[in-house]
């Protein structure tokens, strides 16, 4: 039910508890969203059983992820009829996107449906919802407003690590035939050099020392420069490499098809661009990356990758596989682990196919069946896995600079990050967060490093 009307006079600040599934970009979102309540006095709480807004900020990227919001906002709707206290219910994100009526039809219980692009219009959603008591849904604004009102003076960081998120690029034209971002989060867009740099340079202010540029389409950034020029991403990481006491730039994710000399140079010329590089490639097959509309071959990723090599010989390359993918022969998969094999990665993310309504593969005759996808994932996994450890292997004995990120799980300890993204633990004495240190790798677990400081 819609909720009644309430003229509420808070004497302690408001809370609200955000749920963020899915990307680094809802990440971000989210992070935004607290910003942009916190300047209406809401706090953000850990604790959905104290909060007087819940925002569930949805990513429609996995498999049943639809369904997965709706079984959560039954789990709310009987928390608020525990609680027997007003609790707001809002959804946001890809999900909210996606499915926009339907939610607040399917789910009553929830007060506020807003879009990735409308976020910042929050406070004024939530006034809408208090005069008029009714379910609101925001789902259709365009995204270069979103980030003129997060640019705004008023509008402060919250606290945050030394690492952080900054969005340059939102939404994406390049339409694969397997993937709803392009439906969810709208057409490809830039945000201006002059305010990303303003961002990254109140970033560091508050102590961040690492950035990570993040777009659906990150590479496809680009924009006029402060002399005018036309800037790729290449230009615009050299232009935040000069921001004082900012250490590291990393950028996710990028598409093959934009990868162009500028962003490939920097990786050889930007001592702060990090060598490490989430280039998605989905199949190694020629047939299957057309049917995908990915608009590039197996030969082209290779070269790339190898040209980027001869200026980062030590870049560490990660990926998305898509296996399963409708029409996929034993010969297809097959050229998808010889390309593996060819490129070797650091790391890499791995799905079966799964259909997304509204997505052309989707309808596509020839799925394939569960089992062969269950099989091939399998093989791929355990390929990649192979990988994934005689990387992490190669690193022992060598001396890596970590930049201390928080404290470990015993005292005295930090977990930190290598230039290759690894998390790297040890004993950091006198050292604390925040401090890029000199670390030799001594030992090598599945998912970290562990070492000892040799140099204050
Ligand atoms: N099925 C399986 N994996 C998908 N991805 C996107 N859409 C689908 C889908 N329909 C994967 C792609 C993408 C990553 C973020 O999620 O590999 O790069
Ligand atoms: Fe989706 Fe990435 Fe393809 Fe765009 S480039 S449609 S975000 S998979």
């Not at 009307?5 to 935004?32: L, W």
């Not at 996995?62 to 709310?76: D, P, W």
């Not at 001396?399 to 201390?404: A, F, G, K, N, S």
Request: net charge negative; hydrophobic share 40%.
């Amino acid at each position: 039910m819609p909720q009644t009307p309430q003229e509420s006079i808070h004497t302690a600040p408001s809370k609200v508890f955000i749920k963020t599934y899915g990307c680094q970009m809802n990440v971000y979102d989210s992070e935004r969203m607290g910003e942009v309540l916190s300047e209406r006095g809401y706090q953000t709480t850990q604790a959905v059983d104290e909060a007087d807004l819940v925002i569930l900020n949805t990513c429609h990227i996995r498999e049943k992820a639809a369904e997965k919001v709706y079984s959560e906002l039954g789990r709310l709707r009987r928390l608020k009829s525990r609680n027997g206290r007003d609790m707001k219910i809002a959804v946001a994100g890809c999900v909210a996107q996606a499915e926009g009526e339907e939610i607040v039809r399917r789910a009553p219980v929830v007060d506020l449906v807003f879009g990735p692009q409308t976020y910042h219009r929050l406070p004024d959603l939530l006034d809408l919802h208090n005069e008029t008591g009714a379910a609101v849904i925001e789902t259709e604004l365009p995204v270069d407003e979103k980030f003129e009102v997060l640019d705004a003076p008023s509008v402060q960081p919250v606290k945050r690590g030394v690492a952080a998120f900054l969005t340059v690029q939102e939404g994406c034209d390049k339409f694969c035939t397997f993937c709803v971002v392009p439906y969810t989060r709208g057409a490809e867009f830039s945000r201006p050099a002059d305010r990303i740099l303003g961002e990254a340079r109140k970033l560091v202010d508050a102590g961040v020392r690492e950035i990570t540029l993040l777009g659906q389409n990150v590479n496809a950034w680009h924009g006029s420069g402060l002399a005018g020029h036309n800037w790729s991403l290449g230009h615009l990481l050299d232009a935040l490499s000069e921001i004082e006491g900012l250490e590291r730039l990393r950028y996710t994710t990028s598409h093959p098809r934009d990868m162009d000399d500028a962003l490939i140079a920097a990786h050889g010329s930007n001592p702060k661009l990090m060598p490490y590089l989430h280039l998605p490639v989905q199949s190694g097959s020629d047939g299957i990356l057309k049917s995908m509309n990915r608009r590039h071959s197996a030969a082209h990723y290779i070269e790339l990758v190898a040209r980027i090599r001869e200026v980062r010989p030590d870049i560490a390359m990660s990926s998305d596989f898509i296996v399963g993918f409708p029409g996929e022969t034993d010969a297809d998969f097959a050229a998808t682990m010889k390309l593996v094999e060819q490129v070797t990665y650091a790391q890499a993310f791995s799905f079966k196919y799964s259909p997304r309504p509204g997505t052309p593969a989707s309808t596509d005759a020839t799925q394939v069946p569960e089992a062969v996808k269950a099989a091939r994932l399998a093989e791929l996994q355990s390929l990649l896995g192979k990988q994934q450890a005689s990387f992490n292997e190669a690193c022992k004995g060598r001396v890596l600079d970590i930049l201390l990120e928080k404290p470990g799980r015993r005292a005295g300890q930090l977990i930190g990050r290598s230039p290759y993204l690894q998390s790297v633990y040890m004993d950091a004495g006198e050292r604390t967060v925040g401090d890029t240190v000199k670390v030799a790798i001594e030992s090598v677990g599945p998912n970290s490093l562990t070492g000892h400081m040799v140099e204050a």
